[in-house]
């Protein structure tokens, strides 16, 4: 069972390289607006379109026309999760089909503004032309080149909540902020699909029966009130289909954690478990030389009941074919949901309402001497 289930206190020892040694997210962030050069990520996204696309073919990016026929619940579902850590700004944006209808696109977004101030929240419903999907009232996808190029955008009014309340209960409404985006997103790595090492285990899932993703980065700039910041962002994407909400009470929580380095060496996991912590799917990567290699996860830090939405340690071990390999992190920022016993999730923690509490974090990760951002989502049933 990996570390930190049950609420098990974790043994991390944090070993930050020497340039930003010691250092807590704010900290690196200051050194980070002196030292721009942090800003360059990695170039893996250069190899040819067969190898990003790990043997999918480009049909793949499109969304669907209909779902499968006498099933219920099918859905579609894509995600692109991105954090600046010099902006200090995290966009967590999702679009899918709604179970019970899949005609109905329901587009979700989650911004945690710098030094954890306000989260800007929306969510809208709309029966999308199939020549606008994946899209909704608001938000946007759009594939340039499959595999490689997309682009995300943005229009629209969000209510703005202090971040400490997304802790405390579902968030309440408040004060209106217009926010617009357009992000140009390069793909770094080649498609992971989780089933091609565990088809089984993917295959029972009461999320999606079918999923891979990319990591990513990002760039343009967002309008917040009139105020325009610019961004190069870090994080990752996905792409699911298959039945969701149907199965809801044997979901019990899940690990989805990513992060590229300079080198181009850049690692993800999954891990999806039942309301017994039982592990259903426990499946990773590494990707090397452009390369990616199925790793084995033997340790990985869960939700605890007492978490923070900044500062947390997170702990992560994984066997290579070099042998077990520690990677340290620290969450620089994080937004809440509680998923809902039908369809959906109501943003903010519940923690005593028997459902999975979610987080939508980001994390600066250390491996070896070399150090990256990426997504670091993480929910659990508490009760």
Known sequence: MPAGHGGAKLDIVLSYDNSLGGMGCDEKRAAS????NVRTGPVNGSGDSATMASGLEPIAEQPLEAAPADVAFYAENYLFALYDPIADLSLWTHL???????GIWEDELL???????DTLWSYSYLRTPQGDKPGGASLRYRCVEPFRRWQVTYDGVCVRTPASEMRTGRVRDGERATVSFELDVECLTPVWDPAAAHAAAMAEQAWASQHYQQIVRATGSIEIDGVVTPLAMHGARDHSRGQRGHANEHFGGHNLFTAAMPSGRAFGILQMWAPDGTLNLNSGYV??????????VLEASRLPRSYDLRGEDVSLVLRTNRGEERLTGSVCTSTVATMLRGLG??????????????TQGFARWQWGDEHGWG???RS???S
Request: proline content about 6%; aromatic content about 10%; glycine content about 12%.
């Open 33 to 36: 607006r002196r030292r721009r």
């Open 375 to 377: 997504l670091t989502e």
């Open 380 to 382: 659990e049933r508490f």
């Open 111 to 117: 911004c945690a503004l710098p030094q954890g101030s």
């Open 96 to 102: 899918g089909t709604w179970p019970a209808d899949f």
């Open 345 to 358: 999730m109501a943003f903010g923690g519940e923690t005593d309402s028997g459902s999975p509490v979610f």
């Open 287 to 296: 990707v090397e030389d452009g390369v990616i290699h199925h790793v084995e």
